[in-house]
């Protein structure tokens, strides 16, 4: 079982940024898979973003080119970096862990983008 947190979330204007982190209760490259996914009002929760134990990175279309998801062994987070945000992109955050067959999830964090 892994433990995740999720923070950084907030209000910010569009064509603004936002940097999201998940702290796990582990060591983030000893998890097979680490994603975050977002759920909008209303809409199915969506895949954003996937990294994968050997480095490899998938992006959502929606996002691509302006999300990065990066780990960081120290802090013992995975975080999104969320760029040129756009009104379309308010959800909640949730961070998702894979390990031994198990997936966890962390308790979500709300971005809006909004003038």
């Known amino acids: 079982q892994v433990q995740l947190v999720e923070s950084g979330g907030g209000l910010v204007q569009p064509g603004g940024s936002l940097r999201l982190s998940c702290a796990a209760s582990?060591?983030?490259?000893?998890?097979?898979?680490m994603r975050w996914y977002r759920q909008a009002p209303g809409s199915e929760r969506e895949l954003v973003a996937t990294?994968?134990?050997?480095?490899?990175?998938v992006y959502a279309d929606s996002v691509k080119g302006r999300f990065t998801i990066s780990r960081d062994n120290a802090k013992n987070t995975v975080d999104l970096q969320m760029n040129s945000l756009k009104p379309e992109d308010t959800a909640v955050y949730y961070c998702?862990?894979?390990?031994?067959?198990?997936?966890?999830w962390g308790q979500g964090t709300q971005v809006t983008v909004s003038s």
């Open positions: 990294i994968t134990i050997g480095g490899n990175r």
């Open positions: 582990r060591s983030v490259f000893s998890i097979n898979v």
């Open positions: 998702n862990a894979l390990s031994g067959g198990r997936g966890d």
